[in-house]
């Protein structure tokens, strides 16, 4: 996980892209296709807007860039931003003020952990830093103890031990720690469509490391998406994504840590506190971006045997999940959108 030194290259980037779209404020009003490049959270984002005009894109790079830095600072474990202050204030015991936006999506994240049955838990921050998952620790010379993982869930942490008065958290739990990582990307992209939509930007796809938000269409057609094979990227299918939906998809290949010469998930399974390896990929179109990142992440640790569960508790119809026989399970709604690539 070589993170830190892109995140130095690619902020250049992001400068660059400003200083395109202020070359372009003042074309006039014809309108352009423009594409918005940043890098933030660790994560490559490309925002792709259709008939802009320059005013529209100066605008929506600015705002975007501002809310990508201002979300990696304030929604990571690992950064001194908000969510540190809250972890660290619950850690001592204290109550602490939580602004709305981090209330919204952290009562959400409960949510998600009581429709999953706990397959998703966004309050086992203290395991994923044990695994060396977050962006500042090193990976571990040698797999956690099983005495530190099994001190950790005896205490069942979770997002859904939080409790609330009004806006401010508290928790009776000594183990909870929020890691919002599978479920931030889909509030990123919801946050990213509002920025859009009060431009009155109507057609536009933004891509956060590859999960993506559609709005409207493509130069008058529907956008479509390639699917690609999780064991050598080449695309296998291909998806046609109506305006407002979101594709998530969560794969255990692409993040992971290497310890002793094996590669271990960055997907944990609460029940074991130990690496997801029995699925590779799950992929959800919802409209709810936020439902769907929550959603993929649960298909993963639920693998094959919950699918059918899952998908009906999520409340979705269009799934797919690849395990790591190979196999891949479909719903009927995907099975029917999809068009597979001979
Ligand atoms: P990606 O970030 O690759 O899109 P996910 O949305 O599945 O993948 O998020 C994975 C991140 O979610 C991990 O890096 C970790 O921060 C957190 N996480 C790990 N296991 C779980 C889990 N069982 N439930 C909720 N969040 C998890
Ligand atoms: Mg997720």
Not at 90 to 106: K, Q, T
Not at 138 to 164: E, F, K, M
């Amino acid at each position: 996980m070589s993170r830190v030194s892109g995140v130095q290259v690619r902020k250049r980037g992001m400068r660059w892209v400003l200083a395109a779209a202020l070359t372009l404020y003042g074309c006039g009003p014809q309108q352009q296709d423009q594409r918005l490049d940043f890098y933030a959270f660790g994560t490559e984002i490309s925002v792709t807007l259709y008939s802009v005009t320059a005013k529209q894109t100066l605008l929506a790079t600015e705002q975007l860039q501002s809310h990508y830095a201002d979300v990696g600072h304030n929604w990571y474990p690992w950064r001194r931003g908000e969510l540190h202050a809250i972890n660290t204030a619950m850690r001592s015991g204290s109550r602490v003020d939580v602004s709305p936006r981090l209330a919204d999506i952290i009562r959400r994240a409960a949510e998600f952990e009581l429709i999953s049955g706990g397959r998703f838990n966004a309050g086992l921050g203290r395991l994923t830093e044990l695994w060396g998952l977050h962006e500042i620790s090193a990976t571990p010379s040698a797999l956690p103890d099983n005495a530190d993982i099994a001190a950790i869930l005896a205490d069942r942490p979770g997002a859904v031990r939080i409790d609330w008065d009004q806006n401010r958290a508290g928790t009776r739990s000594d183990f909870v720690m929020l890691d919002l990582g599978g479920i931030a990307k889909g509030a990123i992209l919801e946050d990213s469509v509002t920025i859009l939509r009060e431009l009155g930007i109507t057609d536009a796809i933004i891509n956060i490391g590859g999960d993506l938000t559609v709005l409207g269409n493509v130069r008058g057609r529907p956008a479509r998406i390639g699917i690609r094979s999780p064991s050598n990227r080449s695309p296998i299918a291909s998806l046609s994504i109506d305006d407002g939906e979101t594709v998530v998809t969560s794969g255990i290949y692409e993040r992971f840590v290497e310890i002793d010469g094996r590669r271990y998930a960055h997907i944990l399974n609460p029940a074991t506190g130990y690496p997801v390896d029995h699925s590779v990929s799950a992929t959800i179109v919802h409209v709810d971006p936020v439902l769907a990142d929550a959603a993929a992440t649960a298909l993963i640790v639920g693998g094959a045997d919950e699918f059918d569960a899952l998908t009906q508790a999520f409340g979705i119809d269009v799934a797919l999940l690849i395990d790591s026989s190979g196999d891949v399970r479909l719903t009927q709604s995907m099975r029917e959108r999809l068009h597979w690539i001979e």
